[in-house]
């Protein structure tokens, strides 16, 4: 990896750190979720880099893509919070998750801690993503819980949250092997219920596809704006200003230039905690980029 890279990689990942302490410590049960929201983003930004996607609060039943819409006012409550937060300096993404628990459920938020701990031990340079799985799965069922096994990290790219490889929760018969320079995300999902998720009816990030013929004049200023703005990157509909929003949105879907991230939630309606790191694979082991300086 060229040293300009690595260092872009390693600046996003101390922003990232230092950011969701901050903001972990803002958490509380009557303190409204998108005054945590903006003071990431806010201060991802004062830091000199950008959100690499907005920040994510889901609470409870709900394991990822969650972010308050612009008249969001509701508040933590005793929820078990999940704050998954993306930080890009010049495309180079950090990615990183912790749970905030209000619900008294401490062992939930340990297994995916313990299995996010042991996955990261076995990051080199030839390791198999399987084995990975393994390890977390085993970390999970160890506390009696049980990974979410349709979500799964994923390897980043420069401008890309979602790149391969795909880095397996649970026991999988082939992975795939891991090479010196991959950047990975590793973030186990645990839960007291099913195991599966699927996708809620309430949307609030967006991505954008590509360019496709589209005839309201809003909805080409929009698509303008996004690329401009957000590139391929995740965008929420909070950030967006201006009239007619929700209209242009629908429009831009239909035309198929942007893709939704549905709210994904556990099946039965269970509790899911995640934990989640960004990992650089270096010669002689992974070198994890998003933990505070002087941790462990
Ligand atoms: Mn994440
Ligand atoms: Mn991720």
Aim: net charge negative; aromatic share 6%; glycine share 10%.
């Amino acid at each position: 990896m060229e040293s300009d890279v690595l260092e872009n990689y390693r600046k996003a990942g101390m922003i990232l750190a230092k950011v969701c302490q901050e903001a972990r410590s803002k958490v509380d049960v009557d303190v409204p979720l998108i005054e945590v929201a903006e003071f990431v983003e806010g201060s991802i930004r004062k830091e000199g880099a950008e959100p690499a996607f907005p920040c994510n609060i889901s609470r409870d039943r709900m394991a990822a893509h969650y972010t308050p819409g612009p008249k969001d006012e509701s508040t933590f409550g005793e929820s078990m919070t999940k704050l998954d937060i993306g930080v890009h300096v010049d495309g180079y993404i950090a990615d990183a998750a912790i749970t905030v628990d209000l619900s008294g459920h401490p062992e939930l938020v340990e297994a995916s801690q313990a299995a996010l701990d042991a996955a990261i031990e076995l990051v080199t340079p030839g390791a198999n993503t399987a084995d990975i799985g393994v390890a977390i799965e085993r970390a999970i069922t160890g506390y009696g819980f049980k990974p979410v096994a349709n979500l799964t990290g994923h390897g980043l790219e420069r401008y890309s949250a979602h790149a391969g490889p795909i880095i397996p929760n649970k026991v999988l018969d082939r992975g795939t092997t891991l090479k010196e320079g991959d950047v990975i995300a590793i973030e186990p999902f645990a839960t007291n219920g099913s195991g599966r998720i699927s996708e809620a009816s309430q949307t609030e990030i967006f991505g954008f596809s590509g360019h496709r013929p589209v005839r309201s004049p809003q909805a080409r200023e929009l698509s303008k704006e996004i690329q401009e703005k957000y590139k391929t990157l995740p965008f929420a509909r909070r950030w967006l200003v201006g009239e007619r929003i929700d209209y242009a949105l629908s429009q831009l879907l239909r035309a198929g230039i942007i893709h939704s991230y549905p709210v994904l939630w556990e099946v039965e309606g269970a509790l899911v905690s995640q934990a989640e790191h960004t990992v650089i694979v270096r010669e002689n082991g992974g070198e994890v980029t998003t933990r505070l300086q002087g941790s462990i």
